[in-house]
């Protein structure tokens, strides 16, 4: 069964991360994807949440897989600022290798915060997001 991002919306932070854990690493992907922040608090109102960051700020990133950067799409004038690093390196909460999106060298605003990606059904991603060390939320990406 293929998972979606309204699945992922539904999963209990627990589930979240044995899907990321069990998930292949799979190929770094190109042009735009979708991002939804999925909460992992488990509050009632997540998706009201969610759907208000994509309405205000986050809309998802454009991967230039050939050029191995990224730029975040930011407001709903689907702005494409913060760029990323894109390279597969190994993950901070999955044992082996992640795509990793690394902010550190690229931008000023954003130069504390690391995502790594897994592909759990084709064309779907969970990422996890961290602020130094801590990760901060889940979020998701459909291409």
């Known amino acids: ?10 999963m209990s932070p627990a589930e979240l991360d044995e899907l990321y854990q069990n998930s ?18 488990g509050i009632p ?6 759907w208000l960051v994509r309405l205000l700020a986050w809309q998802g990133k454009v991967f230039y897989r ?15 600022l913060v760029k990323a690093r894109v390279y597969r390196g190994e993950s901070w ?3 082996g290798e992640a795509i990793i999106l690394d902010y550190s060298q690229t931008s000023f605003i954003a ?8 592909e759990v059904s084709p064309g779907v991603y969970l990422g ?6 801590t990760r901060v939320l889940c979020f998701a990406l459909e291409f």
């Not at 292949?24 to 608090?41: H, K, M, N, Y």
């Not at 050029?67 to 494409?80: A, D, V, W």
């Open 1 to 10: 069964m293929a998972i979606t991002t309204a699945d992922m919306m539904n």
């Open 24 to 41: 292949p690493v799979g190929e770094i992907p190109d042009g735009q994807g979708r991002g939804t922040v999925v909460f992992v608090t």
């Open 45 to 50: 109102t997540r998706n009201i949440l969610s």
């Open 66 to 80: 050939d050029q191995e950067f990224l730029l975040n799409r930011i407001t709903t004038f689907g702005l494409k």
């Open 93 to 95: 909460f999955g044992h």
């Open 111 to 118: 130069q504390k915060i690391r995502d790594e990606i897994r």
């Open 128 to 133: 996890q997001a961290y602020w130094d060390k």
